[in-house]
């Protein structure tokens, strides 16, 4: 089985500040790591995706996460958000097997607010 | 349209009803897959299918059916609605190890 827990329900931050948004996972297997962003009324969007390779992944808008094996953590970061960014954040982990429906598992969400 | 689609978008309906969501999806994607989401608990899967008259139970599937004639479509169907079924329906399918997630239908059950 795995869980993913994201530590921070909220996090309310200033515009053009730093953010770091927490996602910690457990899994007795090797996992792909997502993170989706949810703006108000939509569906889920891909933001970016750990499968293999170099441990740090961007996103085409400024955020980038990394891989940590060791402490099994994903973490969302930016270093100067916008109001824009303004959304509900999901971390996502699936297993890593052929031939499964690689269901995921999602955190409970972070709600990043950005203020002026 | 391309993409992933949902009706209704919304939903208000009396407890005991018959429920019926529709997902259709253009991509052609073999897996396809029901979450719902409620507040402090992000998406739970409730339905997935690998394919056409394949499908598989979630997390959460008690007082969901689900069925998949076709590869592009994926309706849930709630038997007799209850409140605690209340909560926003997110259709996603799979392709290569990314899910694409619909917009999703918000159902209200009174």
């Known amino acids: 089985a795995q869980s993913v827990t994201q530590l921070d329900s909220q996090v309310p931050v200033f515009e053009e500040a730093p953010v770091e948004l927490r996602c910690n996972y457990s899994?007795?297997?090797?996992?792909?790591l997502f993170w989706y962003v949810q703006y108000p009324n939509q569906g889920l969007q891909l933001l970016l995706k750990?499968?293999?390779?170099?441990?740090l992944v961007e996103s085409i808008n400024g955020f980038e996460a990394e891989f940590n094996k060791s402490q099994t953590s994903f973490h969302l970061r930016k270093p100067s958000v916008h109001i824009s960014d303004t959304a509900e954040y999901f971390c996502?982990?699936?297993?890593?097997?052929?031939?499964?429906?690689?269901?995921?598992?999602f955190g409970s969400g972070t709600q990043l607010t950005v203020l002026p | 349209d391309a993409g992933i689609t949902q009706s209704p978008r919304y939903k208000i309906t009396e407890t005991g009803r018959q429920v019926t969501l529709m997902c259709h999806q253009t991509?052609?994607?073999?897996?396809m897959f029901w979450y719902r989401q409620d507040l402090g608990h992000g998406l739970r899967l409730i339905y997935y299918s690998a394919a056409a008259d394949i499908t598989d139970k979630g997390e959460v599937p008690d007082g969901y059916v689900v069925s998949r004639s076709k590869t592009e479509n994926f309706p849930l169907t709630l038997e007799s609605a209850t409140r605690s079924q209340t909560s926003v329906y997110f259709c996603?399918?799979?392709?290569?190890?990314?899910?694409?997630f619909g917009p999703g239908t918000r159902l209200l059950v009174l």
């Open positions: 996502a982990v699936s297993h890593i097997s052929s031939g499964s429906a690689r269901q995921l598992t």
């Open positions: 991509w052609s994607h073999s897996y």
């Open positions: 750990y499968l293999s390779g170099s441990t």
């Open positions: 996603a399918s799979r392709g290569g190890e990314t899910q694409y």
């Open positions: 899994s007795s297997v090797s996992v792909y």
